[in-house]
Nanobody
Framework: QVQLVESGGGLVQPGGSLRLSCVASGSISNIFLMAWHRQAPGKQREFVASATRGGNINYADSVKGRFTISRDNAKNTITVYLQMNSLKPEDTAVYYC????????WGQGTQVTVSS
């Protein structure tokens, strides 16, 4: 079992920044890739960014150049960060941390609201 806990969401003005964190614990030895997804009201959940154990990183086109994913591999936990800069109102969503393998684990989500 893998447990994922996100934190760092909140309310920010357009152009502002936030940093989200996700801590993975439990059976983490087989986790190769971790990702961030988001779901805005009335929309489907969408991919935001991912990072592999080996350092391969991918971003959705909508966040390239503004968001940065990073990963810290410790002995008993993996922490994945999402630094979000130049935030726009359309970035408003619940952001979810995901470890697709081995058991497609998801966190509970953290709300990000970008509004003046």
């Amino acid at each position: 079992q893998v447990q994922l806990v996100e934190s760092g969401g909140g309310l920010v003005q357009p152009g502002g920044s936030l940093r989200l964190s996700c801590v993975a614990s439990g059976s983490i030895s087989n986790i190769f890739l971790m990702a961030w997804h988001r779901q805005a009201p009335g929309k489907q959940r969408e991919f935001v960014a991912s990072a592999t154990r080996g350092g391969n990183i991918n971003y959705a086109d909508s966040v390239k150049g503004r968001f940065t994913i990073s990963r810290d591999n410790a002995k008993n936990t993996i922490t994945v960060y999402l630094q979000m800069n130049s935030l726009k109102p359309e970035d408003t969503a619940v952001y979810y941390c995901n470890a697709p393998f081995p058991s497609n684990s998801w966190g509970q989500g953290t709300q990000v609201t970008v509004s003046s």
